[in-house]
């Protein structure tokens, strides 16, 4: 299964921007999540959620991000809300089982 990421941008300190992960076959009852990676700095976890739906988000977007998934069209997404300037990021999805990573999008935070 291959997994392509979309609708990273520039954006002002914030404003909103849903990214969008779509994969090649089925995710099954894999989790799935976000995670980013800032220049210099190592990826991060940001957010996962589960075949039942439970998500868990990192510190610092609780409140803000919001992921959610469709089964059906083997997509997930990630709504980001009040984005910050230190949020710009390459962002990638992962699918974790069987551990595939997309090649990420770009999300730049900058006024």
């Known amino acids: 299964v291959q997994l392509v990421e979309g609708g990273g941008g520039l954006v002002q300190p914030g404003e909103s921007l849903t990214l969008t992960c779509i994969a090649s076959g089925s995710i099954g009852t894999s989790d799935m999540g976000w995670y980013r990676q800032a220049p210099g700095k190592q990826r991060e976890f940001v957010a996962r959620?589960?075949?039942?739906?439970?998500?868990d988000y990192s510190e610092p977007v609780k409140g803000r991000f919001t992921i959610a998934r469709n089964d059906a069209q083997s997509t997930i997404n990630l709504n980001m809300n009040s984005l910050k300037p230190d949020e710009t990021a390459l962002y990638y999805c992962?699918?974790?089982?069987?551990?595939?990573w997309g090649q990420g999008t770009q999300v730049t935070v900058s006024s």
């Open positions: 959620i589960a075949s039942n739906l439970r998500a």
């Open positions: 992962h699918l974790a089982l069987p551990g595939t």
